[in-house]
């Protein structure tokens, strides 16, 4: 049985994606996209970031969660 995904799975998970695309912009050409749009470590910009990181631990768990579900569908065939 899949995991149905909530409101919060795809908030953290659109937030993960633009987290990772943003350190990606970072990496590849020195340009912080969160700081152009909101400025560079301004409150706005600190608590997108604040949210992505903690989205992060949330899609840790998000992960556990489905594959403990991958899991009890595995056992529930095999037994068959």
Do not use: C, H, P, Q
């Amino acid at each position: 049985m899949a995991t149905r995904m909530n409101a919060l799975d795809w908030l953290s998970l659109a937030l993960v994606i633009i987290g990772g695309l943003n350190w990606g912009l970072v990496g590849a050409f020195e340009f912080d996209l969160v700081a152009a749009i909101f400025g560079e470590m301004s409150l706005l910009s600190r608590i997108i970031y604040i949210l992505v990181g903690l989205a992060a631990l949330y899609m840790l768990y998000f992960a556990t969660r489905v594959g403990s579900d991958d899991k009890a569908d595995e056992t529930r065939t095999t037994r068959k």
